[in-house]
């Protein structure tokens, strides 16, 4: 019987015994057959395929077919025979070893031929030879037991006495085509009656096991270390069991029941559940696909979750399809056909049936080119767990803006954009990117919904730290340039400084010569009066300088509370959204002064005021202004500290020791200016001392910064190996699956590395020279001695390392470096770009690159990209468990990749996500073990209409699908041979 819906699980017996079994037959009652065929009939799980098992015949079968044919046994879709035969080679517990043929019902002459083949077995006994047939069998238990005259006693008798020989079993194949093409010879493989009971029977049966098992299709066995074993997982690998036993063999497991308490109820629920058609193909296929096709247990195996199971699509107002449903099977569809035979249409409605059309209608889909005969044309998708969802095709990129996408569709021109190698913005990346944020569970996704929002999140904190960092870094490079620009100019100061104390000294001369003889101790009082006022008046000046500073300080107080902090506060809101904090408790984050700085400020004003006022004066003990005073009378007392008065007293002394000290107006007018003049020159002279004594502590602020320059190298270099270790954890579950894998899996990596660009580093450095001489003379010179001083300790060195490296290459370079500064620029401003430019991180970044077999995915070839994508979906992303279209994958490979990298993969998604794959290749049909094949296959054009479209669906163990394949795909019998290759029978 054979199913639309193609490879699904049932549940077999392939050995049971029924009323009237020739051995051990214990059914009792008044009518047993109807205790047996009640019990089949009522099997919870239910018994959907039969292998009626005797000893040396096939009655048994024969009478529940006719069951059938009077309509018992209806949820039984495929009964087959199965005869028990007896080995002459006994186990170690005495019993003969028992090997059973099983027998397709497919040819209508099954019967007859399983009987002749039954009378090659031979059995001598006294001088008689005895067949395998029911006559013979009551001979050889009379003659055994003369004294019985029951029939069916002695059938008995002769049958647990009769014995076939391994040679008499492979002459009479020899003989018979059809058993020797269509039979399957199963194997006990229990201790009693089994080949582990010659396994204890010492290293003389160690040939003849092996012969057996050899010769053997398929193990009657449930232990599950007989399971494993037989699988490759036990004491053998799988090639083992290729070069010893002809390969894995399928462990099958029947209630062997002999009672109707029996009948389908085999030990510890050790049901035996096959994937296939109820055909007895799929017998053949378990010997081909024993893990994937074969379950002892319980239940069946569960491959993709029913709320992410598409059970049918179906299309209404669509005149072009033959059939309005198409049922899907929960694994592997694969869906093929001749060119333009509707198979992109399939994928393109199943997409839009689950609303993953819209990013894939282009100019080659079938929806674009088909518009015109879609305006009524409605999808729907059915859903294992009753769900249903679809839309019109015409709107169904609209219907895709509504709701999620339930299916993901890799459409043939998808899959070629992100495998093509000359898209730069290399799409394939930013679904690398996709699989790698879906791998981690969701608690450790922090509320992110894409990968770069959980990469930014992530790297927050070190990227902050790096800007920090390199903001302290321009700051102390730019420091770094004042303090060298000081350092330098300190000979200029100080020789400024002479020729200016000189100039004084020529001016005080001057000045002493327009002194009229005799008036040299008024002189001396006027220059000593004018020192005081000088001193006095610079005092008067820093005092106001200092008010001012602290009226733009209570200024700056009243900004940061009422703009900065603010602001502050904001921003912190406006990063941490996620905080979970109230008003309330943002509250506490408001930022003020500690201490009490409006008190302060107040004082320190009114302190400073009074100060300008006390100095400045004029004060209440100064004598009042008398314009009729005496001339030769001072307003300050001799002896009196000239330090201790006002400046408007002073003032008041100097203008009348002016006039006594000039003999006329003209002396005492230039008198006056030389007086002015050198004050202020004394004054420019203080200034020039206190840059002198600032340039002469450059030294220690030039150490104290190159050591901060280099720290806050290193701490940018720190935040960089953050960064890589950060991102390290971010791609580490995608690198323990890749690293658990032992197939093609284990070619890709995952790597993180910092990407330098050194070459932008060194042309910028190169704008800033002259490079038509000198030791960097021409382009490239800088590069090349970046390449060989820093590019090693950048891309894999540690923060001090990297360090080290930059500090030697300005060391070794920096006299170099000045050779070749322009002559039309300032030195100064050319010096801090040099500084900046050296100690720039921007040309370093940190991020990933995928590797195949070494190759970074940028320089791949589209092939290898292709597989590459294919890994990635079927393997890697183990998270998205929605169903797959898969539209031609194997466009950009070659066979030989398709074979070797991907059917492997196919068969492991299948079992937990529903792939839909539309392909021209045998091997991702065949050799993936498909559950189901869809043969699409289009008539002819119909002027101004589609053409009709037909989609005829099975499975691979169906004759009729398995010739289609063999007729539409290249290599499609070739595939079937190849998987069959180490099984004696034919497909």
């Not at 070839?861 to 890697?876: D, E, K, N, W």
Request: charged fraction near 30%; proline fraction near 4%; include cysteine.
């Amino acid at each position: 019987m054979h199913s639309e819906r193609g490879s699904e699980w049932h549940r077999w017996d392939p050995h049971i015994h029924t009323p009237g079994t020739v051995l051990n037959d214990q059914y009792r009652g008044r009518d047993p057959w109807e205790a047996f065929l009640s019990k089949v009939e009522t099997s919870d799980p239910t018994i959907e395929a039969l292998g009626i098992t005797d000893y040396f015949g096939i009655d048994p079968y024969e009478k529940v077919l006719e069951f059938k044919r009077q309509g018992r046994l209806p949820n039984v879709g495929l009964i087959f025979a199965n005869v028990e035969l007896r080995l002459n080679i006994e186990t170690n517990r005495g019993a003969a070893l028992n090997l059973h043929l099983l027998f397709p019902p497919d040819h209508p002459d099954h019967i007859g031929r399983i009987k002749r083949f039954l009378l090659e077995f031979e059995f001598p006994y006294q001088g008689e030879n005895f067949r395998c047939h029911r006559e013979d069998l009551i001979r050889l238990g009379k003659k055994h037991k003369p004294e019985q005259t029951d029939h069916e006693a002695a059938r008995s008798i002769g049958a647990n006495q009769f014995k076939v020989s391994l040679e008499q079993l492979k002459s009479a194949l020899g003989k018979h085509e059809w058993v020797k093409q269509n039979a399957l010879i199963a194997i006990a493989g229990g201790q009693k009656d089994g080949t582990s009971g010659l396994r204890d029977s010492g290293d003389s049966w160690a040939a003849q096991r092996k012969n057996i098992e050899q010769l053997a299709h398929i193990i009657f066995d449930s232990n599950p270390k007989q399971i494993s074993f037989w699988l490759g997982q036990g004491a053998l690998s799988v090639q083992d069991l290729d070069e010893q036993y002809n390969g894995r063999k399928p462990c099958l497991h029947g209630s062997d029941a002999h009672t109707a308490d029996l009948v389908g109820v085999p030990d510890k629920q050790r049901y035996c559940w096959i994937k296939g058609d109820l055909a007895f193909e799929s017998l053949r296929q378990t010997c081909l696909e024993p893990e994937e096709r074969v379950l002892i247990g319980p239940e069946p195996r569960r491959g993709s979750l029913q709320s992410h199971t598409i059970e049918s699509l179906k299309v209404s107002g669509a005149p072009w399809l033959t059939k309005a449903m198409v049922p899907l099977n929960s694994g592997l569809v694969a869906v093929i056909g001749a060119r333009g035979s509707g198979k992109t249409a399939l994928a393109d409605l199943v997409a839009a049936g689950g609303y993953g059309l819209s990013s894939h209608i282009n100019t080659e889909s079938f929806v674009f080119r088909a518009k015109q005969h879609l305006d009524d044309c409605r999808v729907e998708l059915s859903w294992e767990n009753g769900e249903v969802t679809g839309s019109e095709v015409i709107n169904a990129d609209f219907a895709d803006l509504l709701y999620s996408p339930h299916v993901q569709y890799l459409s043939q021109q998808f899959v070629n954009k992100l495998c093509s190698a000359e898209d730069t913005s290399n799409p394939l990346n930013a679904e690398i990117e996709r699989v790698i944020f879906n791998a981690h569970p969701r608690d450790d996704r922090m509320g992110t919904s894409v990968f770069q929002e959980l990469l930014e999140l992530r790297l927050e904190g070190t990227h902050q730290k790096r800007r920090r960092h390199q903001g302290t870094l321009r700051k102390a490079s730019n420091d770094l340039t004042e303090e060298r620009t000081r350092k330098a100019s300190l000979a200029g100061l100080r020789k400024e400084r002479d020729e200016k104390a000189k100039a004084i000294e020529q001016d005080k001369r001057d000045r002493t010569s327009l002194i009229p003889k005799g008036n040299e101790e008024r002189t001396k009082r006027l220059e000593d009066v004018s020192q005081a006022a000088e001193q006095k008046r610079l005092q008067v000046e820093r005092a106001k300088r200092r008010h001012q500073t602290l009226l733009h300080l209570k200024g700056d107080v009243e900004d940061f509370r009422t703009r900065r902090a603010p602001e502050l506060l904001d921003e912190m809101q406006q990063e941490r959204p996620d905080t979970g904090l109230s008003e309330a408790d943002w509250d506490a984050f408001k930022v003020d002064f500690v201490g009490d700085v409006d008190t302060l400020l107040a004082e320190q004003l009114r302190q400073v005021k009074a100060l300008v006022v006390k100095l400045q004066g004029p004060s209440e003990l100064d004598p009042p202004v008398n314009e009729e005073a005496d001339p030769t009378i001072s307003v300050i007392p001799e002896g009196v500290e000239l330090q201790l008065q006002t400046l408007a007293l002073l003032d008041r002394e100097v203008v009348r020791l002016n006039l006594l000290v000039g003999a006329d107006k003209t002396k005492v007018k230039r008198y006056s200016a030389l007086s002015d003049k050198i004050t202020k020159a004394e004054s420019a002279l203080t200034k020039l001392d206190e840059q002198i004594n600032r340039a002469q502590d450059s030294d220690a602020k030039i150490r104290d910064l190159i050591q901060l320059r280099r720290t806050s190298y290193e701490g940018v270099f720190e935040a960089i190996v953050e960064e890589e270790q950060e991102l390290k954890a971010l791609y580490a579950p995608i690198q323990q699956r890749i690293e658990a894998d032992t197939g093609s899996m284990a070619r890709l990596a995952f790597t993180v590395k910092r990407n330098i660009d050194i070459e932008s580093w060194a042309i910028a450095g190169e704008n800033l020279l002259d490079l038509r001489t000198g030791p960097f003379r021409g382009r490239g010179q800088v590069l090349l001695a970046a390449k060989g001083m820093l590019m090693s300790a950048w891309q894999t060195g540690t923060s001090a390392e990297a360090a080290a490296a930059l500090l030697e290459f300005v060391k070794t370079n920096e006299e170099n470096l000045r050779a070749h500064k322009p002559d039309n620029v300032e030195f100064r401003e050319w010096a801090r770009q040099i500084s900046d430019w050296l100690y720039s991180t921007e040309h370093i970044t940190v991020g990933y690159t995928l590797q195949y077999d070494g190759v970074e995915i940028e320089q791949l070839s589209p092939g290898t990209r292709g597989i590459v994508l294919l890994l990635l979906y079927l393997s890697i992303d183990a998270e998205d468990d929605r169903p797959l279209i898969i539209d031609q994958p194997e466009e950009n490979l070659d066979p030989q990749s398709v074979f070797e990298e991907l059917v492997a993969r196919f068969r492991e998604a299948k079992l937990r996500r529903q792939i839909i794959i539309v392909t021209h290749n045998a091997n991702l049909v065949v050799n993936t073990d498909a559950d189901q094949v869809i043969v699409a296959s289009c008539g002819r054009h119909r002027l101004g209409q589609l053409p009709e479209i037909t989609y005829e669906c099975g499975s691979l163990e169906n004759p009729r699908i398995r010739r289609r394949v063999c007729e539409i795909l290249e290599g499609g019998e070739r595939a079937f041979k190849e998987r069959a290759r180490r099984l004696r029978v034919s497909l």
